[in-house]
């Protein structure tokens, strides 16, 4: 540290901004729970795919050092290593020491940034117990380290010289643990999963990543030099492509860029991701909307013109043309606006017309140039079109004999008395004691419970019709009061909060699959705007003497027994199930709004639990088997 009488304005602006960081880390990478924690390896290695969105970067490596320090390598220019005129710092020591500094375009290229949008390395070097960056350019090797939030404690120096053709950034950090109290260890899976979605959405961008924390080495590299169209077949491997070809779509307007990749399966479900600047648009935006509207016009029209769809016939529904599609949406745009609950929608306006565009022609294109392909997916859109007018008419029927009632569902909906929305809640139980115990220990004003008996229906190979003509699911419909498929109105939610209570053993993490599942498929706007909550009941109650606790986890029981006295007397018994806790028990551990946990599910654990339900129940053998090898224990305490 400079003594003080060395600080000018611009090292007090620079101390300000990371100390800003330090004390608020929340505002800049979301949260300190293991998401922030990776939030920070999305930070740099943004950087290094902007290298390689502007040209420059063909290999990205990430290894997980021992003690769970992160190295990410680049070859891409190497960050220059000048004076910055305006901090009177080198550049590298701007990028991270000063707030935002990050931005390496400006408005030219493309500034991919992570799910916060590009809060940039420094705020990583504010949240780092020590942080090193190399930079290899002009045969010389650059070095400068910082230590406790991003203080350096040197100045950029040359430490070496290299091959004068070898250029590229390196930067290594360990994570703050007095910043990331819950834990600073990285996952594998969570790693992995973004990096390979990175290089699925960068074709020809390679992506490494090493553990070295093992006894033996973990390697996995990502190259996919046909980008989405390999990631639409990675998403189509365990499913039934109805067509050939996967269309892919490339186009550019006014600066912004967009891709589309697709094919159709035989299930009803549709699996449409889209993204970006690499982020990954939870929910949705512009772009997705204009791919959308034009996938439903040229549809409809060569169906039309086709005479498969006779002049009197209906038209077909959004619904109908994306059952069974999977596709990707890339977007890359030089000044993107984000909205919505999670900033994950695109909501610049100029887009959608250009999504429309880029992707009317060359899906058109398409179905012209291969009239067998096109009739397959025709006739699979006509198939779903057949089957939802066979589910609006069985609705109907159904509610002409008072099928979808209120009044009719009213035995199994133990409802709250109160009609405010804002405060009502309603608790899913597994099974009837459970649900008997809920009933009994609530608040009745303004907890409802509705018991599950047994396996809800298995969504996953459902289409809306057979969804309906489920007891369960019925019983839902109706206390939810929002409808579903295209009567669904989110206004008419009856909640504010929908619980899933369920066991932590197999099938308490199934039906939680199952639930999510259907909430994603059928209600998702209700996941969208965070309705959809996990009750956390306790694993354990220790007791000693006259007191006893309940703790949720086996790392809460270690963490609680270390605060007793050494020569304490104390039993833990671990609590079997819901079913096992009397009311008075469950209402105090799990749904007293004072002493209970709740996790909100957000749409990408839904998402998650999706692709879990897909593995798991989708048609083939070989993944299920796969997944539940490589998971077994992990699919036995499955948290979502
Ligand atoms: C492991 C993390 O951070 N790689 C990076 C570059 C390359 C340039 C750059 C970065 C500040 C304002 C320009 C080089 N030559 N990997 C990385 N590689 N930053 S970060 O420029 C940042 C400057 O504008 C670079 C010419 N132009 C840009």
């Known amino acids: 540290m400079k003594s003080e009488e060395h600080y000018n304005d611009s090292d007090i602006q620079v101390l300000e901004g990371l100390e800003a960081v330090r004390k608020r880390p929340g505002m800049y990478i979301g949260s300190t729970s293991v998401k922030g924690l990776h ?69 030219s290229g493309y500034k991919v940034s992570g799910g916060l949008h590009g809060v940039g390395a420094s705020v990583v070097n504010a949240l780092s117990s020590w942080l090193e960056v190399t930079v290899y350019r002009d045969g010389k090797v650059y070095q400068q380290r910082f230590e406790n939030g991003g203080n350096p404690v040197n100045k950029l120096e040359v430490i070496d010289t290299c091959d004068i053709e070898r250029t590229g950034t390196t930067v290594r950090f360990k994570a703050d643990d007095a910043i990331f109290k819950e834990t600073t260890e990285y996952d594998y899976d969570i790693l992995a999963q973004r990096l390979r979605e990175l290089a699925f959405l960068n074709k020809g961008l390679r992506i490494i990543l090493v553990d070295e924390r093992g006894l033996e080495l973990k390697k996995d590299e990502f190259l996919y030099n046909g980008g989405i169209i390999e990631y639409v077949q990675m998403l189509n491997k365990n499913k039934n492509a109805i067509h050939e070809n996967i269309v892919y779509v490339e186009g550019r307007e006014d600066d912004v860029l967009i891709e589309v990749a697709m094919q159709y399966n035989d299930s009803y479900q549709s699996n449409i991701y889209s993204f970006t600047n690499n982020i990954n648009t939870y929910e949705g935006g512009t772009h997705e909307d204009g791919v959308k509207r034009a996938l439903t016009r040229i549809i409809n029209n060569y169906a039309r013109n086709g005479k498969f769809l006779k002049d009197n016939d209906d038209a077909l529904t959004g619904e109908d043309v994306r059952e069974g599609l999977t596709m990707i949406i890339s977007c890359k745009h030089p000044d993107p606006q984000f909205e919505g609950q999670t900033k994950t929608k695109l909501g610049n306006v100029e887009v959608r017309k250009i999504a429309d565009d880029v992707f009317s022609n060359g899906f058109e294109r398409f179905l012209m140039e291969n009239p067998d392909q096109a009739k397959l997916i025709i006739e699979k859109v006509m198939l779903a079109s057949r089957a939802r007018i066979a589910a609006k008419k069985a609705r109907e029927a159904s509610r002409r004999k008072g099928g979808l009632e209120l009044t009719h569902q009213w035995g199994k909906l133990a409802d709250c008395t109160s009609k405010d929305t804002s405060i009502s809640e309603i608790f899913i139980v597994e099974g009837d004691s459970a649900g008997g115990s809920a009933i009994g220990g609530r608040d009745a004003k303004t907890q409802a419970i509705l018991p599950l008996r047994g396996k809800i229906l298995n969504v996953e190979k459902a289409r809306l019709d057979r969804a309906l003509s489920n007891e369960e699911i019925r019983s839902m419909i109706t206390a939810f009061g929002t409808g579903i498929g295209e009567e669904f109105d989110i206004d008419k939610l009856r909640y504010d909060k929908i619980i899933i209570m369920t066991d932590a053993d197999v099938d308490g993490s199934h039906i939680r699959i199952l639930l999510l599942t259907l909430f994603y498929r059928f209600f998702k706007p209700i996941l969208e705007q965070g309705h959809v909550y996990v009750a956390q009941p306790p694993l354990y109650k220790i007791s000693h003497g006259k007191t006893w606790k309940n703790v949720l986890t086996d790392e809460e029981k270690d963490e609680y027994l270390k605060t007793l006295p050494e020569n304490t007397k104390y039993t833990i018994n671990r609590y079997k199930g819901l079913g096992e806790m009397n009311a008075e028990e469950l209402n105090e551990t799990t749904m007293k709004k004072e002493n209970r946990t709740l996790i909100q599910v957000t749409l990408e654990d839904a998402m998650a639990a999706n692709t879990v339900f897909e593995t798991l129940m989708g048609e083939e053998v070989e993944p299920r088997r796969e997944f539940i090898e490589q998971n077994a224990s992990y699919v036995e305490n499955l948290d979502i």
């Open 39 to 107: 939030h920070l390896v999305w930070e740099i290695v943004d950087n290094s795919v902007d290298e390689a969105l502007a040209g420059y970067c063909d290999d990205i490596e990430v290894i997980v050092e021992r003690d769970n320090v992160i190295c990410v390598k680049d070859d891409g220019r190497g960050m220059p290593t000048g004076l910055n005129t305006k901090t009177g710092l080198s550049t590298v020591e701007t990028i991270f020491t000063v707030l935002h500094a990050g931005g390496k375009f400006g408005g």
